[in-house]
């Protein structure tokens, strides 16, 4: 049965403000040199950022209740930016304006005299400030919905994704048009099996934590819709064994093949780094001290040189660490620290999975891409888990469901496949053996239905 869920969607960002958020947040990251980043401190980069930042989701930037006046009170932050961008209201401003800051209430009573100024004069410094008194919420996620089961089997564990929710920033809007087999009569394909992770976001949030460092969402089957000009990621030696397909399909076709990832069970998406890097993000901004030094410790165990959870080192150090040392880490916190400031695997599954996939089909055909027969692999993915990509482009997603043995009659025949849309897990597992092809023929289409 299905597992009553909460919503799992990105919370909605405002472009402009977004992006200048972003923009002057480069300007102190650590890449900068020293001198770079005290000029930009100087300004007060830093408090701008976050206060755009905060603005572009609609977060409030006071406390208290009745917008500017009443009993609100700025946060430091906004107090600081708003006498950065603030113009010239007399000789050192700014200065006077940063000490009065230090001093809580009095920097209030400078706001009370400054604001008015800034509200008469427009621009940027008006608008952050009219947002600030809107008082505005983020969107609510309510749970609905559901998802397989088979994200976490354990009833007890069930119950905590049945609440969960998840805060997830798009980094890119994709285009991602709705497309059908039809479309592509005669053409030949490949296929390989995908997992079910989301692509095109940061994870920022699980529930009430916000993380102090975001998780990359990397895909999964929209790697090929947020990745210009590869259509697939994964090791060497698949990469090649897909890239030698298609070039043998080419050179007897004349025709680029069409790429149609499968889809995984949900546990599918364990090797990718993306599960075991929430489960540490959340860690690092929801435990507290001795939680932390006790995670460590049992963390030392699988990686020694292990820099600490709230370093940043440990996501490279978790990354680079082999398959089989992030699973048994993933289960170690998962057995001792799920209920001591951690999460569990299900909810690391969960937080990172694609929302359309929670309750999809294992074998599902989704997304369809072309495969560029004849171009060199791609080196460098950009893909922590997967690093060799396939060169190609996405093309669409397939307005009709189908399976992947719907595709191939051949090989569900067989394999004794009575009914190819609900195949055996054998009969899947037996996919993961090597990329299989076929040709989308007239006849195919017939007996689909088209």
Do not use: C
Not at 71 to 95: I, Q, R, S
Not at 273 to 295: F, I, P, V, W
């Amino acid at each position: 049965m299905p597992i009553s869920n909460a919503l799992i969607q990105a919370t909605p960002r405002n472009a402009l403000l977004g992006g200048l958020s972003d923009f002057l947040a480069q300007s102190y990251s650590p890449e900068r040199t020293q001198h770079m980043q005290g000029i930009a401190k100087f300004l007060s980069a830093p408090e701008i950022s976050r206060t755009l930042d905060r603005l572009s989701y609609g977060e409030p930037l006071t406390t208290g209740a009745g917008g500017l006046g009443g009993t609100t009170k700025f946060n430091n932050d906004a107090l600081d930016a708003m006498m950065a961008v603030a113009p010239m209201v007399g000789p050192g401003a700014k200065a006077v304006g940063q000490g009065a800051m230090m001093a809580g209430r009095a920097g209030e009573r400078l706001a009370e005299k400054v604001v008015p100024q800034i509200m008469e004069r427009g621009g940027l410094p008006a608008e952050m400030l009219g947002a600030m008194g809107q008082n505005t919420q983020s969107m609510a996620i309510k749970p609905v919905g559901a998802f397989d089961p088979r994200f976490d089997n354990r009833a007890l564990e069930k119950l905590k994704l049945g609440s969960m929710t998840t805060d997830i920033v798009p980094t890119q809007a994709a285009a991602k048009p709705a497309v059908s087999l039809a479309d592509f009569e005669g053409r030949p394909f490949i296929t390989s099996m995908s997992d079910r992770t989301a692509a095109g976001g940061n994870l920022i949030g699980i529930n009430d934590v916000k993380f102090n460092r975001p998780v990359e969402l990397k895909g999964g089957q929209d790697f090929m819709f947020n990745n210009p000009g590869q259509v697939w990621a994964s090791a060497q030696n698949p990469v090649n064994a897909i890239m030698k397909q298609a070039n043998e399909i080419k050179s007897v076709t004349g025709q680029n093949p069409l790429f149609l990832p499968w889809r995984m069970a949900p546990t599918g998406g364990d090797f990718a780094a993306m599960t075991g890097e929430s489960m540490l993000a959340y860690a690092d901004s929801a435990m507290n001290k001795a939680q932390k030094k006790l995670l460590d410790k049992s963390i030392k165990q699988y990686i020694p040189e292990w820099a600490g959870v709230s370093s940043p080192q440990s996501v490279d150090q978790f990354r680079g660490a082999p398959d089989q040392v992030r699973k048994a880490l993933k289960g170690m916190m998962d057995v001792n620290f799920r209920n001591s400031g951690g999460l569990n695997i299900g909810q690391a599954r969960l937080s990172i999975a694609d929302p359309a996939q929670l309750m999809a089909p294992d074998a599902g055909v989704m997304n369809v891409g072309e495969i560029f027969s004849g171009q060199p692999m791609v080196m460098q993915s950009g893909h922590p888990s997967y690093p060799r990509g396939v060169p190609g482009q996405g093309l669409g997603v397939l307005s009709e469901d189908r399976n992947i043995f719907e595709l191939m009659p051949e090989v569900a025949r067989a394999r004794g496949i009575a009914n190819p849309t609900m195949p055996g897990q054998t009969d899947i597992r037996a996919l993961q053996m090597k990329p299989y092809s076929g040709v989308i023929t007239n006849e195919l289409l017939k007996k689909l239905g088209y």
